[in-house]
């Protein structure tokens, strides 16, 4: 806490206590509070009403931003054959196969999400110890094991994001940068409620969405009105 200091104190300070924003008021307020230098992640914080420890409501997959990230993606694909053409047109940084392995086992960590056909998943499970910890393992749910690679790499380039709700029932979304033009920004956030909302499991009972924050890289969280968030969702 004491690292905060007074900017953050200041910026705490603008958001209204008790007070739940609508959505359209959390995007304006978020370049007030939000102090960094460079141009911070903007992010939604959901808490579930889900007990992640049933597998059966352990949410998880991704969602494309309409706008991306505003960043560059680094996108590997592990494949073989007439893959690795598919994936080379798509835009793929990187394309291998077992050398792919090799490197990545060398250290070599220079990319932001792979993608694997599902015959090489058994190559891809030797390095799952150095991917899992990143976030960086290929999964059916997230569309990141395919044998459609083009498909799969331009969505990673476009703007797909991941997200998997945590053990305590959280789940984070980044939705692009604060300085993307509000415009922008609602509709990447609106495509982020929609995956959330969506991934609704049918066995979840009571208060699905239990809260909702936004939030960037460097800021005080601001609490959204979960109505208002909700209706934001065209589900």
Do not use: C
């Not at 905060?4 to 603008?14: L, V």
């Not at 992640?41 to 991306?68: E, N, W, Y």
């Not at 395919?146 to 709700?165: L, M, N, P, W």
């Amino acid at each position: 806490m004491a690292n905060r200091g007074k900017k953050y104190d200041a910026a705490r300070a603008r958001i209204e206590a008790d007070k739940k924003y609508t959505l359209d008021e959390g995007l304006q307020l978020l370049p007030e509070v939000t102090f960094a230098k460079f141009n911070a992640t903007a992010q939604l914080s959901f808490r579930l009403g889900v007990d992640p420890a049933k597998a059966d409501q352990m949410i998880r997959g991704a969602v494309v931003l309409p706008h991306g990230l505003g960043k560059t993606i680094r996108v590997v694909v592990v494949a073989k054959g007439e893959k690795v053409k598919e994936a080379e047109e798509a835009g793929a940084d990187v394309v291998g196969a077992e050398d792919l392995i090799e490197r990545i086992q060398g250290g070599w960590l220079e990319f932001d999400s792979m993608i694997a056909t599902p015959d090489m998943m058994g190559q891809v499970g030797k390095i799952g110890r150095v991917l899992g910890p990143r976030g960086l393992m290929p999964n059916p749910k997230t569309g990141t094991v395919t044998f459609d690679v083009g498909k799969a790499v331009s969505e990673a380039k476009a703007g797909k994001v991941e997200y998997r709700v945590d053990k305590t029932g959280n789940l984070h979304l980044a939705i692009g940068k604060v300085q993307f033009e509000t415009a922008k920004l609602r509709e990447n956030a609106v495509a982020a409620i929609e995956a959330v909302v969506r991934a609704k499991p049918a066995t979840a009972k009571g208060v699905y969405m239990k809260s909702v924050t936004l939030s960037s890289s460097m800021s005080p969280g601001i609490p959204l009105d979960q109505a208002d968030v909700q209706s934001a969702a065209k589900v």
